[in-house]
């Protein structure tokens, strides 16, 4: 009896495999979109060329750190060289044109913590922030985009969690929850952490990629080509890491005293960062030590109400993958 039950558990787990890796299959946004954005984003540089001549358009984000699915809005960073730049002045400037050139819902958010302007191509419906000189996010996309490229495995998860996070309603930082960037370094995290390690942590390896943003030192491991197969030697399969993620972070995170830093790959305590106290609006009730900006808490948005709403989706989600005949229908119904 014994054999039959370890053997029903065994197509239970390809069972579920195989959900997952259809979910995240058909989240893939198809080639054809990417290149829709690409010549949307030519196109928007042209237009804006006009009136700055130097300037120059970059992706971020989703839609340049290969975490994004079908039809997300896309990320974009207007770079000017002048240092001096009068962003809230730029930016009401680009909206003016934008509108002129026929796009649609265009508005200039002045004064939000990352100031934008919004818009929507009627042609072909992509909707887009652009954001100016946020070279540091240029940065983070690059590294996101590089650790993706080490393990299909760090791709087929944050896809699961950002799907779940979304459907469930946890995804929005303007309601104390995470965003989507802090989601995919607590997977990272994850895969760094697991034994055999699945990624590696390339900050702490040879310098091979380095700039300075703001007086920041980005610096890391870039030659990912030669990475490839790190993480054979483990062979759990995406329903066994999305079970130990979920239970890792409603059973065994140490929330009162632990960091998690994508930096150095492993855990660092809130008293060394000095994140045990709230300071302003900064509680540090979940900390993700951002891995250029390290003063930057991404748990700094989630208070003491969301982080009871966090917890319990992640032990919802822990206990579903335990005990539920169908797990896939419930861990993703909508809240
Ligand atoms: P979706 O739009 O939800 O698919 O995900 P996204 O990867 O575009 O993430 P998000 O909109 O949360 O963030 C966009 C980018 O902003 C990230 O990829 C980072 O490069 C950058 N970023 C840097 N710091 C922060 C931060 O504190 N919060 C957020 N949300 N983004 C940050
Ligand atoms: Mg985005």
Not at 65 to 77: A, L, R, T
Request: net charge neutral; glycine share 4%; proline share 4%.
């Amino acid at each position: 009896r014994m054999l039959k039950k370890q053997m029903q558990c065994c197509l239970d787990i390809d069972r579920l495999n195989a959900a997952f890796l259809a979910i995240y299959e058909s989240l893939i946004p198809p080639e054809e979109e990417k290149m829709k954005q690409e010549l949307f984003l030519m196109s928007l540089e042209k237009l804006i060329n006009k009136e700055w001549p130097q300037a120059r358009l970059y992706l971020y984000g989703s839609c340049a750190n290969s975490f994004g699915v079908s039809k997300s809005d896309i990320d974009v960073c207007l770079a000017i060289e002048d240092a001096e730049v009068n962003k809230p002045e730029v930016l009401l400037k680009l909206a003016d044109i934008l509108q002129s050139d026929n796009l649609q819902n265009v508005q200039a958010l002045t004064r939000a913590r990352v100031p934008i302007v919004k818009l929507m191509d009627p042609v072909t419906g992509i909707s887009c922030d652009i954001c100016i000189n946020n070279v540091l996010a240029v940065v983070n996309t690059k590294l996101l985009r590089d650790y993706a490229q080490i393990d299909v495995r760090l791709r087929q998860l944050a896809f699961i969690v950002k799907h779940w996070a979304k459907s469930r309603g946890v995804n929005a930082t303007y309601q104390g929850t995470l965003s989507s960037y802090a989601y995919v370094l607590m997977c990272i995290h994850f895969l760094q952490q697991r034994r055999p390690a699945i990624l590696p942590c390339l900050q702490e390896m040879r310098t091979t990629y380095s700039v300075t943003v703001d007086d920041i030192q980005c610096a890391y491991f870039h030659q990912v080509e030669k990475l490839r197969g790190f993480g054979s030697r483990n062979k759990e399969t995406i329903a066994g890491l999305v079970w130990a993620f979920f239970n890792y972070w409603a059973y065994s995170h140490d929330y009162t005293n632990a960091v998690i830093s994508v930096r150095i790959g492993s855990i660092l305590s809130k008293h060394e960062k000095e994140w045990t106290r709230r300071i302003g609006n900064d509680r540090h009730l979940i900390c993700i030590e951002d891995p250029f900006e390290i003063s930057h808490d991404l748990g700094r948005v989630v208070d003491k109400f969301s982080i009871k709403v966090l917890r319990e989706e992640f032990e919802r989600a822990a206990d579903i993958l335990q005990y539920d005949p169908n797990p896939c229908a419930t861990l993703f119904e909508p809240y």
